[in-house]
C-alpha cells in the first residue's frame, strides 16, 4: 500500500495517494502488539515506514510543508537498513529543497553520503545537489559535497 501511494502521487493522483497512506496506517495500527514480526520485505510494517512514506508522498504531491511533521519525527539511526536510512535522507533533502532550506537540503545529503555512499552518487541526488548548487544562495559547504559525491569534477 505504501509503494502504491508514492506511484499514485508521483502520478499526481493525492486522493489515491492519502487513500492508501491511510490503509497502511490502519494495517499497522491491526497488527498485533508484541509479537516478533518476520522480515520478509526491506520495508517492516511499522508506523515509522509510513511516515517516512508520508514524507516522500507529500513532497511528491507538491506539498512538503505536510511532510515536515512526518520526516521530524522519524529517527533516521532507528530505521532497519542503510537503504531505509538513505530513503529517509533522499525524501527529506527533497522535501527542505521544495521548501527553499538549502542548509537542510545539504545536511539531509550529507546524511545520505554517510548512510549510503553510492546512494549519493545516483543521478537523482546528483541533479539535486547540482540544483542546490546553483541556487541563487547556495548553502555553505554545498562545492566541497558536489565535488565529494562527482557533481563538480
Same mark, same amino acid.
Given at each position: 500500500?505504501?509503494?502504491?501511494?508514492?506511484?499514485?502521487?508521483?502520478? *499526481? #493522483?493525492?486522493?489515491?495517494? *492519502?487513500?492508501?497512506?491511510? &490503509?497502511?496506517?490502519?494495517?499497522?495500527?491491526?497488527? =498485533?502488539?508484541?509479537?516478533?514480526?518476520?522480515?520478509?520485505?526491506? %520495508? +517492516?510494517?511499522?508506523?515509522?515506514? %509510513?511516515?517516512?512514506?508520508? %514524507?516522500?508522498? *507529500?513532497?511528491?504531491?507538491?506539498? =512538503? +510543508?505536510?511532510?515536515?511533521?512526518?520526516?521530524? @519525527?522519524? #529517527?533516521?539511526?532507528?530505521?532497519?537498513?542503510?537503504? @531505509?536510512? $538513505?530513503?529517509?535522507?533522499? +525524501?527529506?533533502?527533497?522535501?527542505?529543497? /521544495?521548501?527553499?532550506?538549502?542548509?537542510?537540503?545539504?545536511?539531509?545529503?550529507?546524511?545520505?553520503? /554517510? %548512510?549510503?555512499?553510492?546512494?549519493?552518487? /545516483?543521478?537523482?541526488? @546528483?541533479?539535486?545537489?547540482?540544483?542546490?548548487?546553483?541556487? $541563487?544562495? =547556495?548553502?555553505?559547504?554545498? @562545492?566541497?559535497?558536489? /565535488?565529494?559525491?562527482?557533481?563538480? &569534477?
Amino acid at each position: 500500500m505504501e509503494t502504491a501511494a508514492y506511484t499514485a502521487a508521483c502520478a *499526481h #493522483n493525492a486522493g489515491t495517494a *492519502h487513500d492508501l497512506l491511510a &490503509g497502511a496506517a490502519e494495517a499497522v495500527d491491526r497488527l =498485533p502488539a508484541g509479537l516478533p514480526r518476520q522480515r520478509l520485505f526491506s %520495508v +517492516d510494517a511499522t508506523q515509522t515506514q %509510513v511516515d517516512l512514506y508520508q %514524507v516522500g508522498v *507529500h513532497t511528491a504531491l507538491g506539498e =512538503p +510543508d505536510k511532510a515536515i511533521p512526518y520526516a521530524t @519525527r522519524i #529517527n533516521p539511526a532507528a530505521l532497519p537498513t542503510a537503504e @531505509r536510512q $538513505a530513503r529517509w535522507g533522499t +525524501d527529506t533533502a527533497r522535501m527542505w529543497m /521544495r521548501l527553499g532550506d538549502q542548509q537542510r537540503t545539504l545536511a539531509a545529503l550529507q546524511f545520505v553520503d /554517510r %548512510v549510503a555512499p553510492e546512494e549519493a552518487r /545516483r543521478p537523482a541526488l @546528483r541533479a539535486l545537489t547540482s540544483e542546490l548548487l546553483y541556487t $541563487a544562495m =547556495p548553502a555553505a559547504g554545498v @562545492r566541497d559535497f558536489a /565535488r565529494r559525491t562527482g557533481v563538480l &569534477g
